[in-house]
């Protein structure tokens, strides 16, 4: 495996050590706790990232989705469209995500399990393949999983402040 490759596995890893650690031992009450109406919970946070890295990485590897074809969709059963990733969420659809840690553990690890897949079947001139063209200048496959890995890696950080609340209110 590429120099690239093993960057980008070991960046996945720590965001899936992290999702691990943070949801570990939560019950969905305290999963769903919001420091405010308008902050998001650790439910939400995991949700959500691994919902943008599920939809983004899926794209760009020509494959479907786990959160439908992997039947994540049903044992979630959230009241949102199938395709939602959580952008565009106001408070109210924060408020709606009820679930449990291992929910989120057992997609976030799907998901990891198939990004660290197809990061080892890249060569080094796959990261030049132009991915989407709606930019300028357009996005590169390596630059979109640099930015799959940016967002998780925020959003994780996000959820274990929001963790460091709950086991303080504790």
Excluded: C, K
């Amino acid at each position: 495996m590429g120099t690239a490759n093993v960057l980008l596995a070991d960046g996945f890893d720590r965001v899936r050590e992290t999702v691990e650690q943070v949801v570990g031992g939560l019950d969905p009450d305290r999963l769903g706790y919001r420091p405010d109406r308008d902050a998001n919970s650790v439910a939400w946070l995991v949700w959500h990232l691994t919902r943008v890295q599920d939809d983004h990485v899926a794209d760009v590897a020509g494959s479907e989705q786990l959160w439908t074809v992997g039947g994540w969709v049903e044992r979630f059963r959230l009241p949102y469209d199938v395709g939602a990733t959580g952008y565009g969420h106001g408070p109210d659809e924060v408020g709606q995500l009820r679930t449990t840690a291992e929910l989120l553990a057992g997609y976030q690890d799907a998901v990891h399990s198939a990004t660290v897949d197809y990061v080892a079947t890249l060569a080094d001139e796959d990261y030049e393949r132009v991915v989407d063209e709606r930019w300028d200048p357009p996005v590169t496959l390596g630059v979109r999983l640099m930015s799959v890995l940016n967002d998780t890696t925020q959003h994780a950080g996000q959820a274990a402040y929001v963790r460091g609340l709950i086991d303080r209110r504790s």
